[in-house]
């Protein structure tokens, strides 16, 4: 009996070693480079959502072109109507490009210890063109995405999102370690929290996936830091009423 309960204490403590956030240098800080907007409006929605900080980075460990993080949303709910997001376009070098993809998916549930964490995709993922950029090393630019149609997130907390940029120097669209999202700490979040981590963390494609989703060890935080958060502005109507629906009786 001694023997077996010693195996299952082990098994226990390699399974939360497994889901533990591994620490990573950060990257000096970033600077603010511009914002690049897409899409018209489609009216003025408050903030439920707001993960910018006093401070920008980037993750110094590669791969690093699939970001990761989860929103708690502010609103009365139950579900939420996106209309409109910010993205962070880091570029870790000066290049030119004749056009940047920018790529975000959304999931309805989050499970830090799943693989993957993410599950039930909230829609398709978000596509947007920016067209042709010149960015400028160690900068950050605001990506800000006025959606065509709003995104439903069926209850305000546990929202998981991936995003990824690609990038087109004139060989069509790749990933590209140069593109990669800004991180943010340094100061308490405006709106809403990060899920993750107890709000001090990140998710980023150590596994090599590129689904937009992420294994229970891409977890990822910063030595030094206790603050850190994927950056990711939301708009929308966080008060959406759940659908009725019409039964029929015999």
Known sequence: MKYVMTLLAAAMLTASAAHAAQNEPAAARLAYGGRIVVGAPRGVDPVVYDATGASLTITTGTPRTYIGGVANIAGAGPQVDITSLD?????????????IRARVQFWDVYTAAGTPVFSSPAGTPIEIDL?????????VYTVTVNLAAPLRLNSLTG????????GDTGAG??????LTTALT??????????????GNGFYRNASGRTDFNFASTDLRTFTGITDTRTMLVLR???????????????
């Open 87 to 99: 993205l962070s376009l880091a570029s870790a070098a000066a290049v030119t490009y004749t056009n």
């Open 131 to 139: 067209g042709p950029q010149t960015l400028t090393a160690n900068n």
């Open 159 to 166: 929202k998981g999102f991936g995003v990824n940029f690609q």
């Open 173 to 178: 669209l790749v990933d590209d370690t140069n």
């Open 185 to 198: 700490y340094g100061s308490a979040q405006p709106v809403g929290t990060s899920g993750v981590n107890a």
């Open 236 to 250: 929308g109507n966080a008060s959406v009423p759940v659908s009725l629906q019409t039964f029929n009786v015999d």
